[in-house]
């Protein structure tokens, strides 16, 4: 059963430019969620998606926002990056709540310069 | 709001030796328990969970309680192997309210094994 699946592995990108990351969640799960890991704030929720809907999101700048289609695969977008945008951003599935647990993928290293 | 507490570490520890991370949360609600783990350049791995008062989580020789009473879930085993050198985290969720569908993180204990 193949996992979750995140492209690309590694980014470098410039300040001000904008970038797409994706995510395929397992076969058959239906939420996705997206977390940003830095040394300074650990591990902190971005948002979450059900069938195409966000259900939440959390506390970032309007920079960051996602989409889920109805194959379950997702993005996220970041535009007018910053320095401190430079992180491991790590897409997550699950069957339908998080009490199910959440299957990670292995992230992307975003590096801002 | 949700809040995860553990030991920041780090924990270093020889081969066989008995490993306790500690784990405290505030929540509303009744929420679910996790324990992930993270090795050098990957992504977390799910290590074990528990979803109500008094279970206790399992796998690969860990172990974890939901104590509710005292809003624990200490990670331990019985004998650290090199193997499991990583950053483990403790985290919680919660299907209700503001806290849907998310996890909520401790900060992270990286643990070394020495051999």
């Known amino acids: 059963k193949a996992g979750v699946t995140q492209t690309p592995r590694y980014l470098i990108k410039t300040r001000g430019q904008q970038v797409t990351l994706s995510c395929s969640p397992i076969s058959g799960h239906r939420s996705v969620s997206w977390y940003q890991q830095t040394p300074g704030q650990g591990l902190q929720f971005l948002f979450e998606y059900f069938s195409e809907t966000q259900r939440n999101k959390g506390n970032f700048p309007g920079r960051f926002s996602g989409r889920q289609f109805s194959n379950s695969r997702s993005e996220m977008n970041v535009s007018t990056l910053e320095l401190g945008d430079s992180a491991l951003y790590l897409c997550?599935?699950?069957?339908?709540?998080?009490?199910?647990?959440?299957?990670f993928g292995s992230g992307t290293r975003l590096t801002v310069v | 709001g949700d809040s995860v507490t553990q030991m920041e570490g780090p924990v270093t520890l020889s081969e066989e030796a008995f490993l306790t991370i500690n784990c405290t949360y505030t929540?509303?609600?009744?929420?679910?328990l996790f324990w992930y783990v993270q090795y050098p350049g990957e992504g977390l791995q799910l290590l074990l969970k528990a979803t109500k008062a008094d279970d206790k989580g399992s796998n690969k020789g860990f172990e974890a309680t939901y104590r509710k009473e005292t809003t624990s879930f200490h990670l331990e085993k019985g004998s650290v192997q090199v193997s499991d050198s990583a950053v483990y985290f403790c985290a919680l969720s919660e299907d209700s309210g503001g806290s849907n569908y998310k996890l909520t993180f401790g900060k992270g204990t990286l643990l070394t094994v020495n051999p």
């Open positions: 997550a599935s699950s069957l339908v709540l998080a009490g199910y647990g959440y299957t």
């Open positions: 929540a509303t609600g009744y929420p679910s």
